[in-house]
């Protein structure tokens, strides 16, 4: 069984950067998988960020290309999301999932529960 | 970017019932849809991917259809436990995206 768990400070002073982590377990992170980031806030909703494969090969959201990083650790089955100069708009709770790849067809799966980051002073 | 139009915001019917949500595409996007449901202080959970394939464990109650621009999420007998809201989310071009979400509420 595939489980994902973030990991986060909670609380991002504006212009700082935030980091949130997805420990995975179940499945290698070297797997077939492409490992993606969603947040979630009653203004915009749900919003995807962006993804990474084990290869490092990502794909981001034009909207927050410029500010986000994904990257991946093979040595502890975790992908992490930098966002930097945040302000109060990028509170949210931010999720991680998967994007599974199996025989030329993707799909969504897997999702972990959610980590709460706010944008405060 | 494919934007989407899911309706109705907010449904309220009674157990048994069969209620339909839709999502409508700004363009064409094959199949490449899935379902979600959430329930407060839960992360979305996958019910139905490629528009039509049931999530495994899903109850065979929630069934999805369409193609191209427009799809439904169809619960055929809402149970207490449906009251949730549901999401529709596109993967077929980069950004994905997601509706602005169902409430579905039990009279």
């Known amino acids: 069984q595939v489980q994902l768990q973030e990991s986060g400070p909670g609380l991002v002073t504006p212009s700082g950067t935030l980091s949130v982590t997805c420990a995975v377990s179940g499945v290698s992170i070297s797997s077939s998988n492409w490992w993606s980031w969603v947040r979630q806030s009653p203004e915009k909703g749900l919003e995807w960020i962006g993804e990474?494969?084990?290869?490092?090969?990502?794909n981001y959201n034009p909207s927050l290309k410029s500010r986000v990083t994904v990257s991946v650790d093979k040595s502890t089955n975790q992908f992490s999301l930098k966002l930097s100069s945040v302000t109060a708009a990028d509170t949210a709770v931010y999720y991680c999932?998967?994007?599974?790849?199996?025989?030329?067809?993707?799909?969504?799966?897997?999702w972990g529960q959610g980590a709460l980051v706010t944008v405060s002073s | 970017v494919i934007w989407m139009t899911q309706s109705p915001s907010l449904l309220s019917a009674s157990t048994g019932d069969r209620v339909t949500i839709t999502c409508r595409m700004s363009?064409?996007?094959?199949?490449?849809v899935a379902w979600y449901q959430q329930k407060p202080g839960k992360a979305p959970e996958l019910l139905i991917y490629?528009?039509?394939t049931l999530q495994r464990g899903v109850p065979s109650r929630f069934s999805g259809s369409g193609s191209g621009t427009d799809f439904t999420l169809t619960i055929s007998s809402l149970q207490s436990e449906d009251s949730a809201t549901y999401f529709c989310?596109?993967?077929?071009?980069?950004?994905?995206?997601f509706g602005q979400g169902t409430k579905v509420e039990i009279k």
């Open positions: 989310q596109q993967y077929y071009s980069f950004p994905w995206t």
């Open positions: 999932t998967r994007r599974i790849v199996l025989g030329g067809n993707f799909w969504p799966g897997d």
């Open positions: 363009q064409g996007i094959n199949t490449y």
């Open positions: 490629a528009a039509s």
């Open positions: 990474i494969y084990h290869t490092g090969s990502t």
